[in-house]
């Protein structure tokens, strides 16, 4: 149980274009789904926290304009990055958590984006 | 200073060693303690959960929590080359969670 998925796995776009990324719990519902990036061989980066049908929190540092996250459902929440740029290359990855906060999270397989 | 702490490594132990990874923490109010595998170019595996203080066994992996120390360690025993990987310490008050920036294992045959 407990599995995220996330699609695309991989993308490479060109600079100035937007790209979705999509996160899904299959057998579980999601209160609460966050979105990481992490650069290699460091850890993982907390960019948002959203709950179901609510805006997504951003911690600082991280535009909202051009991170834009939808959780739409209990079940998917997406992320785009808007107009990438190279400095936007990265691994971003997904969790979800069955309970607001003292929920363990359980992550997707994550999404390589390529800027060119 | 880091809320949380981790020795990066490298690690690297021959087959059947036993593994020992710690990470440390500076917020007595953190609760909640989790380890991940992580595999290159993939997710956070959850590994083990933990709440408050004590041990937990899960087959060869073996979870350590001292609050008192600020504290916490996972073993692993009889290692194998299928546990190379990443390992990542996790750990919060519960509202967040805080990521240590994970050690790398290399088990060598």
């Known amino acids: 149980g407990a599995v995220v998925s996330q699609h695309p796995s991989r993308v490479i776009c060109k600079s100035g274009t937007s790209v979705k990324i999509e996160c899904r719990s299959l057998?579980?519902?999601?209160?609460?789904m966050f979105w990481y990036r992490q650069f290699p061989k460091q850890s993982l980066m907390l960019m948002a926290t959203s709950n179901e049908g609510s805006k997504a929190t951003y911690e600082q540092g991280v535009e909202k304009d051009k991170f834009l996250i939808n959780h739409a459902s209990l079940t998917l929440s997406t992320l785009t990055v808007t107009s990438a740029h190279p400095e936007d290359s990265s691994f971003y990855i997904c969790s979800a958590s069955l309970r607001e906060g003292t929920d363990t999270q359980y992550f997707g397989p994550g999404t390589r984006l390529t800027v060119l | 200073q880091k809320e949380v702490e981790q020795d990066p490594g490298p690690l690297s132990v021959p087959e059947g060693a036993i593994v020992s990874l710690n990470c440390t923490y500076s917020n007595s109010a953190f609760q909640y303690f989790m380890w991940y595998r992580q595999y290159s170019r993939k997710g956070p595996e959850l590994l083990m959960y933990t709440y408050s203080s004590g041990n937990k066994e899960d087959g060869r992996f073996t979870a350590q929590v001292d609050k008192s120390s600020k504290y916490i360690s996972l073993f692993i025993r009889d290692s194998q080359p299928s546990d190379s990987a990443t390992y990542l310490c996790?750990?919060?008050?519960?509202?967040?969670?805080?990521f240590g920036t994970g050690t790398s294992l290399t088990v060598i045959p």
């Open positions: 057998d579980f519902q999601a209160t609460t």
């Open positions: 996790a750990m919060g008050p519960g509202n967040q969670f805080y």
